[in-house]
Structures are given as C-alpha cells and as structure tokens.
Antibody, heavy 114, light 107 residues
C-alpha cells in the first residue's frame, strides 16, 4: 500500500522559513507527478504547487509564488516544499498529494505566529 | 483561475436516503474533475475521477456525472459511514481549484 508521510511542520514566526518533506513508500515515485496542498478553516482546501515526475515542470498557486519552492529527490522517494517569508495566513495543515492514483498524506501542521 | 462552486454547503439526510451534491465550474473543464470524501481529522479520500469514473474500492452507491461546467456526486442509499464532507476539484487547468465542500450530516 502506497503511503505518503509528511514532516517538518511546526510553529514559526512571521517572516521565517520552514522546509516540509514527504516520503513516498511506493515503488513508482519517480514516475508520478506530485503536489502540495493545504487546508485551513479560513480558506478550506487550497492547491499550492505541482512538480512533474522528472522535476522539469512546476506550477504554483499565486498565493505562494515567489515564496514557496517545490522540489523532489527521486533517489530518496522524497518531495519537498521550501517555505520562505511565511505569513499568518500560511497557517494550515499541509498535505503532499500523489497525482495518480490520487493519494493524500496525513498532513503536517504549520502555525505561523509570533 | 477557475472557480468551483458546490451546493448545498450542508445537506441533512437520513440513512437510506439518496443525496446529490452539485459542483459548478466557472468555465469549461471538460470531464477533468475529481471528488473526495473527508472525515474529521482525516485526509481526503479519492472517490471519483474524470467526473464519473469510480476509483477502485469505492462502493457502487457512489456515482458521478456531468461534463463541461456542471457536475454531480450522487450517493444512493446513504450509509452511516458516508456522513462526511465532500469536495470537488478541477484538474483541467493550473491552478487546480477545489470547491468549498458539502457537509453531509445526519438529519
């Protein structure tokens, strides 16, 4: 059974940085596109970023473009989200999401507060 | 960006009822729509892709329909485990966008 496990969340001050990680226990990580999404009570579910299997194609939501960077290491079956210039409105539960089949991790909580 | 609008926001129903959730896109997304189910404290669970194709292991009481801008998720004979929040998401364009969710609650 494919499982995605996120880590790296926590409490961070406004303006700070965090790096989220997601490890895929499946056997075909290097053949699938991956995404980051988040969920908060204020904004609901929000898609953030996509990276293709090779890493050559990347898309971002406008709300995080220029502040967040998605990347992957296929040798480590890992997906990353570098989050810089964090704001209060970035507080949410962050999920990694496999493109196909569509599988969500259990999420990692990010709280941006002073 | 494509706006996805779900209705109703809350749906009160009883076990055994047939319920339908509607999702409308602000522009044509062909059949590039997925449905998710989410229970409190859990990650969303994938139910349907390409608007009407049931994912493996999803009970046949779930069905999806629609094309273009209007889509439906129907649950025939609602079961206790179906009380949850349901979300649609379009993947025809980036940014991929979600509906705001429909909570199916016990009447």
């Amino acid at each position: 059974e494919v499982q995605l496990v996120e880590s790296g969340g926590g409490l961070i001050q406004p303006g700070g940085s965090l790096r989220l990680s997601c490890v895929d226990s499946g056997f075909t990580f290097n053949s699938d596109g991956m995404n980051w999404a988040r969920q908060s009570s204020e904004k609901g579910l929000e898609w953030l970023a996509y990276i293709s299997s090779s890493g050559t194609t990347i898309y971002y939501a406008d709300s995080v473009k220029g502040r967040f960077t998605i990347s992957r290491d296929n040798a480590r079956n890992s997906l990353y989200l570098q989050m810089d210039s964090l704001r209060g409105e970035d507080s949410a539960l962050y999920y990694c999401v496999r493109d196909w089949p569509v599988i969500w991790g259990q999420g990692t909580l990010v709280t941006v507060s002073s | 960006d494509i706006q996805m609008t779900q209705s109703p926001s809350i749906l009160s129903a009883s076990v055994g009822d047939r319920v339908t959730v509607t999702c409308r896109a602000s522009q044509n997304i062909n059949n590039q729509l997925v449905w998710f189910q989410q229970k409190p404290g859990k990650a969303p669970k994938f139910l349907i892709h390409r608007a009407s194709s049931l994912w493996s292991g999803v009970p046949s009481r779930f069905s999806g329909g629609g094309y273009g801008t209007e889509f439906t998720l129907t649950i025939t004979s609602l079961q206790p485990e179906d009380f949850a929040t349901y979300y649609c998401q379009q993947y025809n364009n980036y940014p991929r966008t979600f509906g705001q969710g429909t909570k199916v609650e016990i009447k």
